[in-house]
């Protein structure tokens, strides 16, 4: 039976999704060592931030198809070494947006009104009105790093409140900044010029401590930085050093560089101007209940051979985009299984061509069956979408991508594979009908008009009398029916392809026997 392991606190709406379709073990606190003794029993893993997958117990997991993070980010998942495994790795990256951002405007709010450290003198008693003179944040300039979804929520939210919102992400186009009324800038202007600074971006070795005393020094003596992003962006000795000494106004974190915060922290010893909270920013009720239902439906639909609507190691795309694509993938991976099998050898390069409609759809989901398609010949049931790219890669094929919406070959376009290697190179084309139906529709640019089936045969020959009655007899003879057939030429008494749909495969022998045939140049049994 199908077996999923939560191994940490997840909302139960979470777990009544998965026991739809697997027998579900929900056992929180296992130390590595425990988690790596007992992953190989499972299909799937449902986790938040508390497990760490690590490249060990990865390799302890044998039967492992989908690793499931509760939440956004996935520090504490090796997806490189999942990937190498074809093991997929999903998240939530919408479902605590919201909770998210209403975190980092609360931080906000409370630095600017001194809210903690007066609730703090009204339980020890006191009445200090005047200690806790606050700042507005009306129409003070907010500062926003990384205009993802929770970076574009906040400033939102922000403007609203009558903030001027400036910005700095380097991936994000000038024209949807605009649309969002947040003035894109440079991050070391940034610095200089907010009275707010929220952080909302990854932590990557590029971001690592990017947040250090040469850079807080660069900010008003009266700004105030907030992270509810990632721990580790910031420098926190450097912080709780510039907050201490009046550098800069005040700064409030939730996350941190290693969790939970020490005791030691110098943080903990700031007495003014800093907010701490224990990493809540997605830590409502709806905000659990959200990630566990998305995670939960991922993991569910890929252990039933459905995409994942939010894999972090295959190219994202939604659950609408994913089934629009549908029989485009069928058909690319359809392709790549034909030509890996034509070309009957290694293949060195790999040419994709978008033609007409298809040049209009995500291209790289449409290479990636390809290539899982042209590497399953070999490889089997280890190549997936989630490896098929490092797999191609580790084998050094080349792979080239040409868009033509010029070509109008078919109302819906069409899409040719083209391969190269040592004994030369085959092309394959093929289309999706409007009912949804996939076509072959030329090979070696000889036109067909074939439906893919599992077993068939292909020829190259030359265009002669008697050949194709030859081959009919030849195939009886040994018990193999054909069930259609389809010839292509170019000109009369030149070379021909042939493409017959067969209802087993075609055996050996037969095969020698049919390569011997006069005129017959290349035979290929394909199964797809």
């Given amino acids: 039976m199908t077996k999923v392991l939560v191994s940490d606190p997840i909302d139960q709406a979470g777990i009544d999704i998965l026991s739809q379709v697997a027998q579900v073990d929900q056992r929180t606190g296992l130390s590595p060592e425990e988690l790596i003794g007992i992953i190989g029993e499972y299909d799937g893993l449902m986790i938040r931030s508390g497990t760490q997958v690590t490249a060990d117990v990865i390799a302890a997991a044998s039967q492992l198809k989908i690793i499931g993070r509760a939440g956004v980010g996935v520090d504490n998942v090796d997806v490189p070494a999942a990937t190498q495994r074809g093991v997929l790795v999903v998240n939530s990256p919408e479902g605590n947006t919201i909770a998210a951002a209403e975190h980092a405007l609360a931080m906000m709010l409370s630095l600017s009104r001194h809210v903690p450290q007066a609730h703090a003198g009204m339980r020890d008693g006191k009445w200090d009105r005047k200690k806790y003179v606050g700042n507005e944040l009306y129409k003070k300039t907010l500062g926003v790093v990384g205009l993802g979804k929770i970076g574009s929520h906040v400033a939102r939210v922000a403007r609203a409140m009558g903030m001027q919102v400036i910005a700095y992400d380097p991936f994000i186009a000038a024209d949807r900044a605009k649309q969002m009324q947040v003035s894109l800038t440079q991050l070391d202007e940034l610095f200089r010029t907010a009275d707010y600074i929220t952080l909302h971006i990854p932590r990557t070795p590029d971001t690592e401590n990017l947040v250090n005393a040469e850079l807080l020094r660069s900010m008003k003596s009266t700004a105030r930085i907030v992270n509810c992003a990632r721990g580790g962006i910031v420098d926190e000795s450097d912080l709780a050093e510039a907050v201490d000494n009046g550098v800069i106004a005040g700064a409030g974190l939730d996350v941190y560089a290693s969790e939970p915060l020490a005791a030691d922290s110098p943080l903990r010893s700031v007495e003014r101007g800093l907010v701490l909270t224990p990493h809540l920013g997605a830590s409502t009720e709806e905000a659990q209940e959200n990630v566990a239902i998305d995670v ?207 209802d087993d495969p075609v055996p050996s022998t037969v095969l020698d026997t049919i390569k011997a045939v006069e005129g017959i140049q290349e035979a290929h049994p394909v199964t797809l």
């Fill in 296 to 502: 939960a439906e991922q993991i569910r639909d890929v252990l039933l051979g459905l995409p994942a609507r939010s894999a972090v190691n295959i190219p994202g795309l939604s659950a609408e985009i994913m089934e629009r694509l549908k029989p485009h993938l069928q058909l690319s991976e359809t392709l790549g299984l034909l030509v890996s099998q034509l070309a009957g050898g290694q293949v060195q390069e790999l040419e994709l061509r978008l033609q007409g409609e298809f040049a209009n759809h995500p291209s790289q989901p449409l290479v990636i069956a390809a290539l899982k398609g042209m590497l399953s010949s070999a490889l089997g049931d280890s190549i997936n979408y989630v490896n098929a790219s490092l797999e191609a890669k580790a084998r050094g094929i080349n792979v080239l991508e040409v868009k033509d919406e010029s070509s109008r070959d078919f109302a819906g376009g069409s899409l040719q594979l083209t391969s190269r290697g040592a004994q030369g190179g085959h092309s394959v084309t093929g289309a999706v009908f409007s009912d949804g139906e996939l076509r072959i529709t030329s090979i070696d640019e000889f036109p067909v008009n074939v439906s893919p089936s599992r077993h068939m045969l292909f020829t190259r020959h030359r265009d002669m009398p008697g050949i194709i009655g030859h081959l009919g007899s030849l195939l009886g003879e040994h018990n193999v029916n054909i069930a259609s057939m389809q010839v292509g030429r170019r000109i009369v008494r030149g070379d021909a392809v042939m493409m017959l749909s067969i």
